[in-house]
């Protein structure tokens, strides 16, 4: 299956994507990792204001089949969370990259960044699962 990862994006291997302006980042689910939760139907919200760690759960979704954590691609603090998704938690399964984000992070380490997977990295690395699951 051909899953969207836009060019202009970085990734973790936790299948979170990370726009990157200046020292904000806004982070949320890659399509891959909603298509494989399936129907979300809650998330349990980042505290705003709350000091995290590159690593950290920031978040829970809950899903028809599962519940799964989001963790922090980046040290930083939360500015800001997707309100919206508190009222329809599934606009992360119909836009992920658009109206679906989770949250805003100010970050503390522009260099943290290089960890994170380009589009290409990360298009490599779904082939790699999917072989894997085959």
């Not at 990792?33 to 690593?55: K, N, Y």
Request: hydrophobic share 35%; charged share 30%; glycine share 6%.
């Amino acid at each position: 299956m051909e899953y969207r990862v836009p060019e202009d994006l970085y990734y973790t291997k936790e299948h979170i994507w990370v726009k990157i302006e200046g020292d904000m980042a806004t982070i949320g689910i890659t399509d891959y990792g909603q298509h494989q939760l399936g129907d979300i139907v809650f998330i349990d919200m980042p505290e705003i204001g709350r000091e995290i760690e590159s690593g950290e759960v920031i978040a829970s979704v809950e899903s028809v089949k599962a519940i799964s954590e989001v963790y922090a691609p980046l040290t930083g603090k939360i500015i800001e969370i997707n309100e919206d998704l508190s009222n329809d938690p599934s606009t992360i399964n119909s836009d992920p990259y658009g109206d679906g984000w989770i949250c805003d992070i100010q970050t503390k380490d522009p260099t943290e960044i290089e960890d994170l997977m380009t589009a290409n990295d990360y298009r490599a690395y779904l082939e790699e699962v999917e072989a894997e699951e085959e």
